[in-house]
């Protein structure tokens, strides 16, 4: 059909306009000199502005309804791009421009206030701003629609198709049985510091990172690997994915979890439908999706004891100055360590999930307007206590940590928790398919698992909502019983070897 071809060729323009910004960004974020800021933030701001121009055109919706119109002379796969092409287009098209305007330009302002006021530890400047910022969302969320709470339209966002009831019935029962771990498990802090405050050559620590990414199954013919202030993965196309991490000189965690973490993202987006790169059926499923993989990568092979087995000698020879610091079992429990920290990004497996409760239940009531900003840091204090044992010592280490709501990402904190939960489901059921992965990772068949995900995830892309791609792949619906088995199946054995 002549408007399928018209459609696609559109989006593909949008696309070509999305991932030059991609590349923009990518820039700014490694190489580019700091002064060059300001006039890279017009060019990435021009970019984006013809794309979402373009997507929101009325010709687009147009093609799109003469599409739906005859959508029974289309083969299936072109059906479901409509299909997700539309209940995009509908989206982007409820939420006036000037909101967009209105919401980029106090976010943009509120990043500096909020840099400045934590790092003078005080609340009271960010209150304004972060009211404004939970006013509009809700607006946006107003436009959006919902059936039964404003979060609902937030969350649709990154998680299509997901509500807060069935966030809530998925996280509720995490909460008590994560504090119980938590206690339970804090024995094994003890060697939380002791490969610590030793000197790890940079040099060495990225040559470590690049060789087991590359093990794992990330291709560094169609990747890169470079260094910035916060890790993350972008792509420009399923042969050009690129990862960054960053260098702690006295910590090897950093550098090698935060790249094994972006590998995880890194193969997904290697492996996503090449003949969609340029229409949207060429997206992951979902964030919750992305982050499956990452942690998936991160958590499940770079901390399983199999894999330490594995690459301890070529980690002794790597770090010469840390190996004498202990022995194979003490860096294992190293990487396992259990200890509650305040800060979100610097959490272990058992208490990570309570972080993000913690935020998930503060902005649920902050959109709906049963919670106000200026009672944020007490509410966020009594959260924290009850649920991970210690207090902040101020909003800099409390409220004030994140950066997500003074950029307007609300909604997004539950993608991380949905990322922890799918990927141990996903475990699950590729274990019965292939047998125990500590078996797989030990006789390094990194290929076969990323075989297996990719039929399971990958090649499908955008195609599925979430739940439904969690039905094909498991056979079942998301549930937070994988999670919790794979925890405390973990720490019991961990805490019972050594
Ligand atoms: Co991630």
Redesign the pocket.
Known sequence: MNELIKLRERLGTIRDLQRAAAVLDWDQQTYMPSPGAPARARQISTLQTLAHEWFTAKETGKLLETLQKYQCDLNEEDRILVEVTSREFEKQIRIPSSLVEELSRITSETFHVWQKAKSDNVFSPIVPYWKEIFRLTREVADHLGYNDHPYDALIDQYEPGTSTKELTGILSPLVEKLRLFRERYTSLSEFSDRFSGVNYPAEAQLQLATRIIQALGFRMESGRIDLSAH???TSFDPADVRLTTRIHPEDFRPAFFGAI??A??GIYEQHLPAEHARDLLGDAASLGF??SQ??FFENMIGRNDSFWTLIYPLWKETFPEASVRGNLHDLIRYVNAVKPTLIRVEADEVTYNLHIIIRFLLEKDLVAGELQVEDLPEKWDELTEHLLGIRPSGVADGVLQDIHWSIGLIGYFPT?TL?NLISAQLKESLESDLGPLDRLIGSEKYQEIVRWMNEKVYRHGKKYLPADLIQRATGRPLSPEPFLRYIQNKYDRLSQLY
């Open positions: 890790p993350f993965t973490h972006e995880g993202h992305h982050e990452s942690r991380y990322g």
